[in-house]
């Protein structure tokens, strides 16, 4: 099977990785099991969940796989006491997304984890690296969720530079073995993949979601401009980012108005809120990456592992005999 040094880093047997997606947005913890069983990295968010619940998440994927996992968190935001809980419990690998690592590095360390930041420029993966990151996400403006401005092309190359020899994964428009195999020729030792994750058959969110991932062009998952009058902001030490969701009502009507969005932000923030509450969050803010364009199923996780790690190694075959034609 596919494999690069970072796989001996992260203990794992394929160079992908899966985003994690918390908050309202819940996937559960069945997904991380599948993918960390299939030899890639599963990830379980921390967002809004509290220590307990953060516990009980550890717990549950401990007895679905004893293969290396990831647990995220984000400075949007940041809740030392799900830290500590976190840290206490001892997870193979902590991440962090969205704001600078500043004293977790050290913290992480001496709990015996790994320490992955996901960063959206070159001077964030600097910081990262300095601050004493293993490994660096370098994420592009195509993901969903809260990205960065630049694209995933142009970055990857720009952070495998400044931080070498650390090893750097590729995020961003990434859904099949052709984005993984790109992202190892831009330098990159393999793939942190959100969005394509989301259309698996563990995801615990809800199909209609999935159904419309899959129905979706690239141009219908667009940023949210007027997110910051909505959505909390980031905490101290956060990012400042924009999310991109797909296209819904709520979405074009209020990226179309967007003063009166700011005028009325208090009652935008309760609709949002509520709708987190009852569980419908997903029918105004979807949060999709650009790469659903390129999804058409939904697919058990194992598969999707074992897909993209197949096609990336056809593609550089194809490839390596090209070149040498």
Same mark, same amino acid.
């Given at each position: ?21 918390? +908050? ?5 913890? &069945? ?49 030392? &006491? ?23 590095? +050290? ?9 992955? @930041? ?5 001077? @964030? ?63 990159? @030792? ?11 058959? &563990? ?86 990456? @650009? ?35």
């Amino acid at each position: 099977m596919l494999r690069t040094p970072v796989c001996d880093v992260l203990g794992i047997d394929v160079p992908i990785v899966q985003g994690a997606l918390g +908050g309202p947005w819940q996937q559960g913890v &069945e997904l991380p099991a599948a993918v960390s069983n299939a030899g890639g990295l599963g990830s379980v968010p921390t967002a809004l969940r509290t220590a307990a619940q953060a516990r009980e998440d550890m717990a549950r994927l401990r007895e679905l796989t004893d293969r290396p996992f990831a647990v995220n968190m984000t400075r949007r935001p940041f809740d030392p &006491e799900v830290f500590d809980a976190v840290i206490t419990a001892g997870p193979p690998v902590f991440s962090l997304a969205l704001g600078a690592p500043g004293d977790l590095v +050290g913290r992480v360390h001496d709990a015996g984890a790994l320490y992955v @930041q996901q960063v959206t420029t070159v001077e @964030q993966a600097l910081r990262a690296a300095e601050a004493g990151a293993d490994v660096i996400i370098a994420q592009g403006a195509e993901a969903g969720g809260f990205s960065g401005q630049v694209s995933t092309m142009v970055l990857v190359p720009q952070v495998v530079d400044a931080v070498a020899p650390l090893p750097v994964l590729a995020s961003g428009g990434i859904a099949d073995g052709r984005g993984l195999a790109a992202a190892l020729v831009l330098g990159a @030792q393999g793939v942190s993949i959100g969005t394509r994750f989301l259309a698996s058959a &563990e995801c615990a969110v809800p199909d209609e979601w999935k159904a419309a991932i899959g129905a979706a062009a690239s141009q219908d998952a667009v940023k949210v401009a007027f997110a910051q009058h909505v959505l909390p902001p980031p905490t101290e030490g956060g990012y400042e980012t924009v999310p991109r969701s797909l296209r819904t009502g709520f979405v074009d009507e209020w990226n179309a108005r967007g003063q009166e969005a700011a005028d009325r932000a208090d009652v935008l923030r309760n609709q949002v809120m509520t709708a987190m509450q009852n569980g419908t969050a997903h029918r105004l803010l979807p949060l999709t990456g @650009q790469c659903a364009g390129l999804i058409g199923d939904v697919a058990p996780a194992a598969d999707l592992v074992h897909r993209l790690a197949g096609e990336a190694e056809a593609v550089l075959r194809t490839a390596s005999r090209a070149a040498a034609d």
